[in-house]
């Protein structure tokens, strides 16, 4: 079977908030052809909740990117707080694979007892985690994903990440989104 590449990307990722923020948080898309930064998606989810998948199909599907991107890249598994990225039905209502990215291995424990303890619907968000299992080292970093094989996984990272272990989509999209909530980029990947 030909190795499939993944040319065309979007990268994912949400801007600052305050601890006591309510309501909507900016989430970033970048698009990217190749090494080619193609352009910017901004979108909204709501802190804690549970719209992340819904919302980012969304901005991939009524983009005028849409019949170009070939991947979903995603900065951690949740946005906004514990809103929580069902990867499975993001998978469903796009069609493209999608593959989450972490610098480092998340306490899952941890995040256990947050979402079942003091998070609304935390049961739900705690069984996509389970479903998707723990986050395994790919090249440098940990990844979490869905209709992509994990040699197409290090191919992508490799392609991708060329200034850091993280790939340029989530890169430049963490960059944007906190320029867009603190007046300037800020802080590491």
């Known amino acids: 079977m030909a190795e499939k590449r993944f040319s065309n990307v979007v990268g994912f990722d949400d801007a600052p908030f305050s601890r006591d923020h309510r309501g909507n948080v900016a989430v970033v898309g970048t698009v990217y052809a190749g090494p080619r930064f193609d352009g910017v998606l901004i979108g909204a989810v709501e ?26 890249l995603l900065q951690g598994i949740t946005c906004a707080g514990f809103n929580v990225v069902d990867v499975f039905a993001l998978h469903e209502k796009t069609g493209l694979p ?7 291995a998340p306490d899952m424990a941890a995040v256990q007892e947050a979402l079942l303890s003091h998070i609304p619907e935390g049961k739900a ?8 299992g723990p986050m395994e080292p790919v090249n440098q970093v940990f990844v979490q994903r869905v ?43």
Not at 125 to 132: I, M, S, Y
């Open 147 to 189: 209709g992509i094989t994990r040699e197409q996984a290090a191919a992508v990272l490799d392609q991708f990440a060329i200034y850091s272990h993280i790939p340029e989509p989530l890169r430049t999209a963490h960059l944007i989104a906190g320029a867009m909530a603190l007046g300037q980029s800020n802080g590491r990947v």
């Open 125 to 132: 968000k705690w069984a996509v985690l389970e479903r998707l």
């Open 98 to 104: 999608v593959l989450v990215v972490a610098r480092k």
């Open 47 to 72: 802190k804690d909740g549970s719209d992340a998948a819904d919302r980012l199909a969304a901005l991939v599907r009524t983009s005028k990117f849409c019949g170009h991107i070939r991947l979903i």
